[in-house]
T-cell receptor, first 113, second 113 residues
Framework: QKEVEQDPGPLSVPEGAIVSLNCTYS??????FMWYRQYSRKGPELLMYTYSSGNKEDGRFTAQVDKSSKYISLFIRDSQPSDSATYLCAMSDSGGSNYKLTFGKGTLLTVNP | DSGVTQTPKHLITATGQRVTLRCSPRSGDLSVYWYQQSLDQGLQFLIQ???????AKGNILERFSAQQFPDLHSELNLSSLELGDSALYFCASSGGQALTEAFFGQGTRLTVV
């Protein structure tokens, strides 16, 4: 079993839809959770960062972490064509100078005008 | 622009050859991470350096090596290249001891023919 599982999609939605992206993980030591957005031929760009369980909101984006279920989600409200990208979840069991991210394979999202 | 600079952007080389990828971290960032991204494996952590010292090792082959120089730039050396080494190689950097986020460069696309 992979440490981090992410549905690769592809996911296609109309503009304005609510998008839900999810990852599950097996390592209970993970405590730092991130979502990255990667446009084609570009490097991953950090969207959201959450420590431990709970919700975090930033504009149209909401990240949720449920450590008891080992499940994290990213919700995108009022999705826009510019949100079309691959979304990667990432996790780490430690911070500071021993930081190492384990990534999901990414979900390809297309938002149609 | 993340502030992380990678050169070259593209590299085409033959099997058996050796190449060097270069990364300049964001100003002030002490940690540099190297990742390999392929279609089937996703983003795989290779190695991390912190202020010139190796801090963590991931799925890095023995044919690959890296180092971080006193000016904090880093180089990833890939030798005895095989077709399967064709991938995107990303460098990321983060600041100091209290890491909250890592910023990625645009990547080097390596094609081995």
């Amino acid at each position: 079993q992979k440490e981090v599982e992410q549905d690769p999609g592809p996911l296609s939605v109309p503009e304005g839809a609510i998008v839900s992206l999810n990852c599950t993980y097996s390592n209970s030591a993970f405590q730092y959770f991130m979502w990255y957005r990667q446009y084609s031929r570009k490097g991953p760009e950090l969207l959201m960062y959450t420590y431990s369980s709970g919700n975090k909101e930033d504009g149209r984006f909401t990240a949720q972490v449920d450590k008891s279920s080992k499940y994290i989600s990213l919700f995108i409200r009022d999705s826009q064509p510019s949100d079309s990208a691959t979304y990667l979840c990432a996790m780490s069991d430690s911070g500071g100078s021993n930081y190492k991210l384990t990534f999901g394979k990414g979900t390809l999202l297309t938002v149609n005008p | 622009d993340s502030g992380v600079t990678q050169t070259p952007k593209h590299l085409i080389t033959a099997t058996g050859q050796r190449v060097t990828l270069r990364c300049s971290p964001r100003s002030g960032d002490l940690s540099v991470y190297w990742y390999q991204q392929s279609l089937d494996q996703g983003l795989q952590f290779l190695i991390q350096y912190y202020n010139g010292e190796e801090r963590a090792k991931g799925n890095i082959l023995e044919r690959f090596s890296a180092q971080q120089f006193p000016d904090l730039h880093s180089e990833l050396n890939l030798s005895s290249l095989e077709l399967g080494d064709s991938a995107l190689y990303f460098c990321a950097s983060s600041g100091g001891q209290a890491l909250t986020e890592a910023f990625f460069g645009q990547g080097t696309r390596l094609t081995v023919v």
